[in-house]
C-alpha cells in the first residue's frame, strides 16, 4: 500500500504563488510516474500536471502551462506543484496520484493511489 500525504495549500490573491508537496510512503515502486490532479465544486476531477519516474518527462493541461512547474525528488519520494501567477479559476482541492508502472496518463483512472486533497483558494 501507498500512502500519500499533500500539503502547501492555502488561501492566496490572484497573482501570488503557492507550492504544494506530496510525500509518499509505504510500499515504492521503481519507474511510476506521479501526477496532479484538481476538483472545484461542482466539477469533474480534471488532470493538471505529470512527471515521469527520470523527471525527464512532464505534461501539463494547457491552462497551467507556463504558470506551473511539476517536479519530483526521489530521495524524498516526494512531488512538488510551484504555482505561479494564480487565478481564481485555479481554486479547488488539489490532489497528488501515483501510476505504478510510469507513463504519464491525463485520465484520473490510470492512477492507482491517491492523497487526501489539499485547498487552493484563489481570492479576486
Known amino acids: 500500500q501507498v500512502q500519500l500525504v499533500e500539503s502547501g495549500g492555502g488561501l492566496v490573491q490572484a497573482g501570488g504563488s503557492l507550492r504544494l508537496s506530496c510525500a509518499a510512503s509505504?510500499?515504492?515502486?521503481?519507474?511510476?510516474?506521479m501526477g496532479w490532479f484538481r476538483q472545484a465544486p461542482g466539477k469533474e476531477r480534471e488532470f493538471v500536471a505529470a512527471?515521469?519516474?527520470?523527471?525527464?518527462?512532464?505534461y501539463y493541461t494547457n491552462s497551467v502551462k507556463g504558470r506551473f512547474t511539476i517536479s519530483r525528488d526521489n530521495i524524498k519520494n516526494t512531488v512538488y506543484l510551484q504555482m505561479n501567477t494564480l487565478k481564481p479559476e485555479d481554486t479547488a482541492v488539489y490532489y497528488c496520484?501515483?501510476?505504478?508502472?510510469?507513463?504519464?496518463?491525463?485520465?484520473?483512472?490510470?492512477?492507482?493511489?491517491w492523497g487526501q486533497g489539499t485547498q487552493v483558494t484563489v481570492s479576486s
Open positions: 496520484a501515483v501510476r505504478p508502472g510510469g507513463g504519464l496518463r491525463v485520465d484520473h483512472h490510470d492512477y492507482d493511489y
Open positions: 512527471i515521469s519516474w527520470s523527471a525527464g518527462s512532464t
Open positions: 509505504g510500499r515504492t515502486f521503481i519507474s511510476y510516474a
